[in-house]
């Protein structure tokens, strides 16, 4: 069960790799566009340049900003051009326009991430077409309400598992701490999660009490 950060704050993935829990950076448009406006190229540099301090064999998903196949292809050879990350994934929005260059990238041998995938036909069409990631939108599924994500993520991994596909479900558009348990336990191979949650994710009031408990208890033997 792989965690992935879901952002593009350079101190917010520092922190979290700080801790060793993540596996992977996933990054969107709207995500950078909450940065400061340094430039897309040199921002995404700068989160290139944490992973290699940290660790170089995370994964990051840097996304493509157009529809048209050929731009598409275009774009992801220059983000692995420029960037140089050995584990640089492509993310690639889903759709049949979309389909050709996931499949021109990954027979080149760069990795995609097909992203806004929000069913299981469009899962299945990007794994094999080659995508090395599918990312389904758990809550966007969920606002969708013509399926429940958890339906989803489960017959995804089911037919990806019969099939012995290699490709890995990354859950995304998640909005609390149940999303990221219930994505899990439906089948995703990967959560990529906003890191306001963390912290969340590992506090509980009962585990507060009883170490202070158990500090108390000790303390109080010393004297
Ligand atoms: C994954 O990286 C997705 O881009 C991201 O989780 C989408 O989240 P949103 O639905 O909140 O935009």
Redesign the pocket.
């Known amino acids: 069960m792989k965690i992935f950060i879901?952002s593009a704050n350079l101190l917010e993935i520092e922190n979290a790799l700080k801790k060793g829990f993540i596996s992977g950076v996933?990054t969107?448009p709207?995500l950078l566009a909450k940065e400061p406006k340094s430039g897309f190229e040199k921002h995404i540099k700068k989160i290139v340049t944490l992973l290699n301090k940290y660790d170089s064999k995370l994964s990051l998903s840097v996304e493509v900003f157009s529809r048209d196949p050929k731009e598409i292809i275009e774009q992801a050879k220059r983000f692995k051009k420029i960037f140089k990350y050995k584990n640089l994934s492509i993310k690639v929005q889903i759709g049949w326009n979309e389909l050709e260059a996931i499949n021109t990238l990954s027979k080149a041998g760069i990795s995609v991430n097909c992203?806004a995938c929000m069913n299981v036909t469009q899962a299945l069409l990007a794994t094999n077409a080659g995508a090395r990631y599918v990312?389904l939108?758990w809550?966007?599924i969920r606002d969708g309400a013509l399926d429940k994500p958890q339906d989803v993520v489960s017959a995804t991994r089911k037919l990806l598992d019969e099939g012995k596909s290699k490709s890995e479900i990354i859950a995304?558009?998640?909005r609390s701490v149940e999303d990221v348990r219930d994505a899990f336990i439906a089948g995703a191979h990967i959560v990529?999660v906003p890191p306001k949650f963390f912290i969340p994710m590992v506090e509980h009031f009962k585990t507060t009490e009883a170490v202070d408990q158990f500090f108390k208890d000790f303390t109080a033997w010393q004297k």
């Open positions: 879901d996933t969107n709207s992203t990312s939108f809550c966007r995304g558009s998640i990529t």
